[in-house]
């Protein structure tokens, strides 16, 4: 009985593979034709689209061929149109090279009948001069020099006078035309000079800030001087102080330091050294807009920012007592007003009156003279050789090479020689106290050296790790000696040496 419903599940097992397999192989046919009609359908669409595209290309082709015919033939006639014109031009100039020709022929025929007369002319001349000699009895030399020799003696003396009365009047012409040049020059510029001084009055709010800037002991006013360099006299006028040196550097450094420390409050020696910082950085801002400002005033835009710098510094330095800034602006006036009365280049005596005496800016710290280290300084920046030779020769180290080097010289001299702009005496003493702070500063381990009441006293400050307490002794008779060996003074010369050690650590 088993056996009978096993072998029925396999035959029904079997009957049904043999289905499904014939089932499978119906499908898969049917879906084989439903993808042949498919591929079929995209064949005959894609054969449509490409007739399409064929018969576009071809519409197309045709247009293009239609167009580039349209194009040659419009060439073709504009090739026919500029050959005409051509030819016509052709025919135009074989008919001027045939009046060309034409003329030529006929100057040849008119110079060869001009030579004919001229040899004419010639034998004619020379047949009536021998004549002439044999008439005279004289060659043709021997009558030209009897008709020189009577004129010369007829009119020599007459010649003299008149080239000797010519000569005086051209000289009298000439010496009035500078002097009136001169003169409108001078009173078109009509500036104010005041001679530089070597103190400055700083005024107080009240006698109460003058113990507060001494401070106990005096340690305030000593770290302010030091700082500085300036000597501040503290007497008994109100409400005010001096503040004295020889260089006006220094002495606007100290005043602007005072103005900060009152304005502060706190007058102590860490807050002086700090605002004395910023004065000086002040003071370099003030140098560059000074600088700035001569050029502005003068017109001259196209000077480079390093020769403004150089300018500004000008603005403290002073030459016999006045100051150097305003001087060359004084002189690029005039050599201004000079030159165009003179009708030269304006624009290069303007600018050299104004650079004549850059050198000084740098005379301190370089080797050389003031004209010398101009030339070096303005040929590094790029200055054109037009100013550079106008302003070499203004004392007269270098040759007079043109017309606006000798209106510079000019200009330089008429502001230097007018009443009240400058003083020897004055001159003399700023290099007498320049001298002293050089000898000082040339000893080793000497850090800074200033020069105080009015040159009677010189403040030495040294470096403490390079000198000791003895070496201070010793140095400030070595300072002693070579000042008495090389220099010339009334009176005595204090020397002190300051030498000052500091210890700094931070708590954190």
Same mark, same amino acid.
């Given at each position: ?22 089932l ?6 049917k ?11 995209q ?7 490409a ?29 026919? =149109?500029a ?18 020709? *034409? ?77 009136d ?8 510029? #009509? ?24 401070g106990?002991?005096? $340690?305030?006013?000593?770290?302010l001087? =030091? ?15 001096v503040? #004295?040196?020889?260089?006006?550097? $220094? ?91 003179? =009708?030269l ?18 005379? *301190? ?56 702009? $400058? ?35 010189? $403040?030495?400050?040294v ?5 000791d ?10 300072i ?29």
């Open positions: 009985m088993v056996n009978e419903q096993v072998f029925l599940l396999v035959v029904l097992f079997c009957l049904g593979g043999i289905f499904g397999y014939f499978r192989q119906f499908l898969v046919s879906k084989a034709k439903a993808i042949e009609q498919v591929i079929k359908k064949l005959e669409e894609a054969k449509s689209k007739a399409d595209i064929v018969l576009k290309a071809q519409e197309k082709a045709a247009s293009l061929l239609e167009k580039s015919a349209a194009e040659e033939k419009e060439r073709k006639n504009q090739l026919i =149109k050959e005409e014109r051509f030819l016509e031009k052709e025919e135009s100039l074989e008919k001027q090279l045939l009046e060309i020709r *034409y003329k030529d022929e006929q100057n040849q025929k008119m110079a060869k009948e001009l030579e004919a007369k001229k040899e004419e002319i010639d034998n004619l001349r020379n047949e009536a001069i021998n004549q002439l000699e044999k008439i005279s009895g004289l060659s043709r030399e021997e009558a030209k020099n009897l008709i020189l020799k009577d004129v010369k003696e007829q009119y020599q003396k007459e010649l003299s006078q008149g080239l000797e009365k010519l000569d005086k009047e051209r000289r009298d012409e000439l010496e009035k035309k500078a002097l040049i001169i003169t409108t020059a001078i009173q078109r510029l #009509s500036r104010s000079q005041v001679a530089a001084v070597t103190t400055t009055t700083f005024d107080l709010k009240n006698e109460d800030l003058k113990g507060k800037i001494i106990r002991e005096g $340690r305030n006013i000593r770290a001087e =030091k700082l500085t360099g300036v000597e501040l006299i503290i007497d008994e006028t109100p409400d005010s102080l503040i #004295s040196s020889f260089d006006p550097v $220094r002495r606007e450094i100290a005043r602007l330091a005072l103005e900060k420390l009152i304005a502060d409050g706190r007058i102590q020696p860490a807050k002086i050294e700090e605002k004395v910082e910023e004065a000086k950085q002040e003071i370099n801002k003030r140098i560059f807009e000074e600088g700035e400002k001569a050029a502005y005033e003068l017109g001259i835009y196209d000077l480079p920012k390093e020769i403004i710098q150089l300018l500004g510094r000008l603005y403290f330095r002073t030459s016999f007592g006045q100051n150097i800034l305003l001087h060359s602006i004084e002189t690029s006036y005039l050599a201004t007003m000079i030159a165009s009365e003179l =009708k280049n304006v624009d290069v005596a303007k600018k050299a009156g104004l650079l004549h005496d850059i050198g000084k800016a740098v005379d *301190y710290e370089a080797e050389g003279s003031h004209v010398e280290l101009g030339r070096k300084i303005l040929k590094k920046y790029g200055i054109s050789e037009e100013v550079i030779k106008a302003i070499e020769s203004h004392h007269e180290e270098y040759p007079f090479s043109t017309s606006e080097s000798f209106v510079v010289a000019a200009a330089d001299a008429i502001s230097a020689a007018r009443p009240g702009a $400058r003083r020897d005496s004055l001159e003399n003493y700023l290099k007498r106290l320049e001298e002293l702070e050089k000898v000082a500063t040339s000893f080793k381990g000497v850090k800074n050296a200033y020069a105080i009441s009015a040159g009677r006293e010189l $403040r030495v400050f470096e403490p790790e390079k000198i307490d003895f070496g201070a002794l010793q140095l400030a008779r070595d002693a000696l070579k000042i008495e060996s090389e220099l010339k003074y009334p009176g005595e010369i204090k020397v002190t040496i300051i030498r000052e050690t500091r210890a700094v650590e931070y708590a954190k």
